[in-house]
């Protein structure tokens, strides 16, 4: 990419040809209807870059504010709405012929020792860092719905499932923060994505280096990079911020999903557990008593979209040579379309979780006496049986209550006796669940100390 420039079209290159581009190349090769939503970025990479080229001695101090000043007005013109022309390749191209009518001569000097190389991999790693900031703010607001449901729900018990079978009673509000801690993790990773992406390459040129000495500390500083870039070649060509992000956000819509999973199970006639909120569902065009939770299934089903943005990033970048090559240009495809993907459906999720209503009788029904089955085992250990033994007797008596078709406190005392000799009268109260629940107080689990201390910590991480 050379510094000449078109005067007709204002192309950032072309003196080398003896006739334009085919209409099909300029069709194929065109990205503003791509990258338009690049321009605060590239504007404010620009207003840098004419600081950086008056320290090195390129540009006098009166082109310097002529630059500066006409890359204002230009935005404004942007804000205003105006629209790309036939000929503008690129957002850079765009910006680069509003300021040609803005700022006049000192235009054509702007772009002395940069490059679009540079220059877009600068612009995208801004774009990401403001994106990844509101990712994270629409994460706090779906943890927030949820930290404020279990409060709601830290004294119900319902069934926790293993191959969605029940398993164990556990504290509703527990089941809730299960899906609060994957989103605690996907704020990790997003902010490393940040730091990954907050490493300066404008000044790294088309491969090289530019050739002038821009303080690139100065471009640094004005631009709120947290580094600069150590080796020109590897700036302009690594993409490994945009594949990190969208790991990051693969995970996160795979926790969405999970979420929304179970919501769904949950909402469905044979569950009971929750209903959805009339402004989050919708009816059918032909059965008019449904419910459907569409903003979930949503959910469920975008996961696979977002994986599908990491996948082509990375089938994109993994056999291309060192340095900028075109197919580059196909990485803000993939990353608008995640980012855009989760900011249309983060909020849609939040509402769908604030205003979902539980159905207590309903999740206590379903706490089966079989659920505490483990709870008898833990009995018998307690008085020295071995875990082997307990489990055995246990399971004898699980086989006779379903053989009987009983729950196992319907069953005799006289099964428990000669189920195993450590059985006593007091063994009734551990098919209690909330007798049960209040066994686990260890760390993480589901007693009610532990769960009022995970309430306490997830506030904490909320701030309130």
Do not use: C
Request: no cysteine.
């Amino acid at each position: 990419m050379s510094g000449g420039e078109d005067a007709k079209t204002h192309k950032l290159w072309g003196g080398r040809f003896s006739e334009g581009p085919h209409p099909a190349l300029d069709a194929v090769n065109r990205s503003i209807g791509v990258d338009f939503r690049l321009w605060p970025h590239d504007i404010r990479l620009s207003k840098a870059w004419a600081l950086a080229l008056g320290e090195a001695g390129v540009l006098s101090a009166d082109d310097v504010s002529r630059v500066r000043s006409g890359l204002d007005r230009v935005a404004a013109r942007f804000a205003a709405g105006a629209p790309p022309s036939a000929t503008d390749e690129d957002i850079h191209t765009m910006i680069d012929r509003l300021l040609h009518e803005e700022a006049g001569e000192p235009a054509s000097r702007l772009h002395t020792g940069r490059s679009r190389n540079d220059q877009v991999a600068t612009a995208t790693r801004l774009w990401t860092i403001d994106a990844i900031g509101r990712i994270e703010a629409l994460l706090r607001d779906l943890q927030r719905a949820m930290v404020t449901q279990a409060e709601l729900l830290e004294h119900d018990l319902v069934p926790a499932y293993t191959h969605l079978q029940r398993a164990q009673p556990v504290s509703a509000a527990h089941w809730m923060l299960a899906h609060f801690w994957p989103l605690e993790r996907d704020l990790v990773r997003l902010a490393n994505a940040r730091r990954s992406a907050a490493v300066m390459p404008l000044g790294s040129g088309a491969i090289a280096g530019s050739a002038f000495p821009v303080p690139r500390a100065l471009l640094q500083r004005e631009l709120g990079f947290d580094s600069v870039s150590p080796n020109s070649i590897d700036a302009v060509g690594d993409r490994d911020f945009i594949a990190e992000l969208l790991f990051a956000l693969a995970l996160t819509g795979t926790h969405l999903s999970r979420l929304a999973e179970d919501l769904i199970l949950f909402g469905s006639s044979e569950f009971g557990f929750v209903r959805y909120g009339d402004g989050f569902s919708t009816g059918s065009s032909m059965m008019p008593q449904k419910r459907n939770p569409d903003a979930l299934e949503l959910a469920r089903g975008s996961g696979s979209r977002v994986l599908g943005d990491l996948v082509a990033l990375l089938s994109t970048i993994k056999g291309l040579p060192s340095g900028y090559n075109k197919d580059l240009q196909e990485d803000k495809r993939t990353l608008f379309d995640a980012i855009d993907s989760l900011e249309l459906l983060l909020p849609a999720v939040a509402g769908s979780v604030a205003t979902l209503t539980f159905n207590r009788t309903r999740m206590r029904a379903a706490v089966s006496s079989t659920m505490m089955a483990t709870d008898l085992a833990d009995y018998l250990v307690r008085k020295r049986a071995t875990f082997r033994d307990a489990h055995g007797a246990v399971g004898r008596l699980v086989r006779e209550a379903e053989e009987k078709g009983l729950e196992l406190t319907e069953l005799p005392w006289g099964s428990f006796a000669a189920a195993h000799p450590l059985f006593e009268q007091d063994v009734l109260k551990e098919l209690d669940p909330a007798h049960t629940v209040s066994h686990r107080e260890i760390e993480g689990g589901t007693g009610p100390s532990a769960v009022k201390a995970q309430l306490t910590r997830a506030r904490g991480i909320l701030g309130g």
